[in-house]
């Protein structure tokens, strides 16, 4: 017959067990609702850590000069830097200003290319944020025609 | 959702390109249906990519991204051979996971 001392043991260990067992690798990926609800470049920013944003040659954003569809609009957000954490990419005007954040680890290139909605001309940002929370960014104008000829 | 990603994973040098394209919806949340009520957001919100079964990309995605999302990436040190998963989850909980060989 077991003990009372046993069981309360025996649950420790389960317990133990559970609580490293059920740590995932990415412990930071649960989908942030403030870095996407968030208006503005520099509030999503704020939401993953970053500090004040600040312009870079090092960090860079490719894009189309003119997106033929607002629907699908290639941008790419790039960086040389080592040392970056994660990085973002942003439409300035769009209801929320966040498309997407990137997790760099060491066995990626801090390189992303996606597809992105945008409600209309706008500026698109790539922001990376360091190690120490600085947040570099690199921003182009989009413009958006959503239909007819460019320009 | 139903549809498999199409995933291409090419090595060139020291590490390998890969290009997914998912099959979803990612409805933003804003559009408005024929009745004029609001379709409601559904949209991929994790993207995660093992190589060999490492980790190595995890990726939050809002509803911003678009319909049938485009995805490029670098891997270093993935040379032809190595195996690479790439999983997505929505916001309603759905989930899907492909793997490709690099090339």
Request: proline share 4%; aromatic share 6%.
């Amino acid at each position: 017959m077991q003990t009372r001392r046993e069981t309360i043991q025996q649950s420790m260990v389960v317990a133990g067990l559970l609580a490293t067992a059920g740590f995932p690798q990415f412990a930071h990926a649960a989908f942030n609702k403030v870095g996407f609800d968030a208006k503005s470049v520099q509030d999503a920013v704020k939401a993953y850590g970053g500090g004040s944003i600040s312009e870079s040659k090092d960090v860079t954003i490719t894009g189309p000069d003119i997106a033929e569809n607002g629907a699908v609009v290639p941008l790419g957000a790039s960086t040389g830097l080592t040392g970056v954490k994660q990085m973002l990419v942003l439409v300035e005007k769009n209801p929320s200003a966040l498309v997407a954040m990137f997790h760099v680890s060491d066995a990626v290139d801090a390189n992303f290319l996606t597809r992105a909605k945008m409600g209309q001309s706008s500026d698109v940002y790539a922001v990376a944020i360091m190690a120490d929370g600085k947040a570099l960014f690199a921003k182009k104008e989009v413009k958006v025609t959503l239909g007819g000829c460019g320009g | 959702m139903a549809d498999p990603m199409r995933i291409r994973a090419q090595a060139a040098g020291d590490k390998a390109t890969i290009r997914v394209l998912m099959s979803h919806e990612m409805e933003s949340g804003q559009r408005k249906d024929a009745a004029g009520k609001t379709v409601p957001a559904w949209f991929i919100q994790e993207v995660t990519a093992t190589h060999n079964g490492k980790p190595v990309l995890s990726a939050e995605w809002g509803p911003a991204v678009s319909k049938n999302p485009f995805l490029q990436f670098a891997v270093k040190g993935a040379k032809a051979g190595d195996k690479i998963t790439v999983t997505w989850k929505d916001n309603k909980g759905d989930t899907r996971t492909d793997e490709a060989t690099v090339s």
